[in-house]
T-cell receptor, first 117, second 111 residues
Framework: EAGVAQSPRYKIIEKRQSVAFWCNPI?????LYWYQQILGQGPKLLIQ????????DSQLPKDRFSAERLKGVDSTLKIQPAKLEDSAVYLC???????????????FGPGTRLTVT | DQQVKQNSPSLSVQEGRISILNCDYT??????FLWYKKYPAEGPTFLIS?????DKNEDGRFTVFLNKSAKHLSLHIVPSQPGDSAVYFC??????????FGAGTILRVKS
């Protein structure tokens, strides 16, 4: 079974530029998460989808971050414009377990390391 | 507001000995706790979990202990192996809601 795929793996941009990350979850997983992991900290949930609907985006900085999940499968996370403090690893995770227990079993992708200069 | 704290940034253990990783939490609504393991350039992988109705869960070399009164959990690895060297994250959930992660502990197992 293929795992969660993410691309690109690394991205370097200048502040005020835009960037997009792509995630392909494990086939059949209805729940998809995007996390931000800043160096020295644990992953922090940005947004959670159930199929193509948003379940929780309370920690997403909506003035600059946006995310969508097309047809309930792939997802993209966009930052526009980027700030220095957005430098982090962006992790995508998916789960086959329906809410509310989906948090108990998440499979993570390798992440995208973003550096904003 | 750090609801999940891993106060030891790193731990070094000799191969074959016990590794003990600690985690404290502040939110009394947390009812499920998980440990994830992360190698460099990879995403976290699930290791072991425990429900708040239990005080111990064991899986091979890995045991998690939960002390609800102290709001403390620990992960024991016995015996430790060089392949266990990784970053270990403690995470907690309240009623299946989003996971809240600690900052992680880097474990180095020396051979």
């Amino acid at each position: 079974e293929a795992g969660v795929a993410q691309s690109p793996r690394y991205k370097i941009i200048e502040k005020r530029q835009s960037v997009a990350f792509w995630c392909n979850p494990i086939s059949g997983h209805a729940t998809l998460y995007w996390y931000q992991q800043i160096l020295g900290q644990g992953p922090k949930l940005l947004i959670q989808f159930q199929n193509n609907g948003v379940v929780d985006d309370s920690q997403l900085p909506k003035d600059r971050f946006s995310a969508e999940r097309l047809k309930g499968v792939d997802s993209t996370l966009k930052i526009q414009p980027a700030k220095l403090e957005d430098s982090a690893v962006y992790l995508c995770a998916s789960s086959s377990i329906p809410l509310p227990a989906s948090s108990y079993e998440q499979y993570f992708g390798p992440g995208t390391r973003l550096t904003v200069t | 507001d750090q609801q999940v704290k891993q106060n030891s940034p790193s731990l070094s253990v000799q191969e074959g000995r016990i590794s003990i990783l600690n985690c404290d939490y502040t939110n009394s609504m947390f009812d499920y706790f998980l440990w994830y393991k992360k190698y460099p350039a990879e995403g976290p992988t699930f290791l072991i979990s425990i429900s708040s109705i239990k005080d111990k869960n064991e899986d091979g070399r890995f045991t998690v202990f939960l002390n609800k009164s102290a709001k403390h959990l620990s992960l024991h690895i016995v015996p430790s192996q060089p392949g266990d060297s990784a970053v270990y994250f403690c995470a907690a959930s309240a009623g299946g809601n989003k996971l809240v992660f600690g900052a992680g502990t880097i474990l180095r197992v020396k051979s």
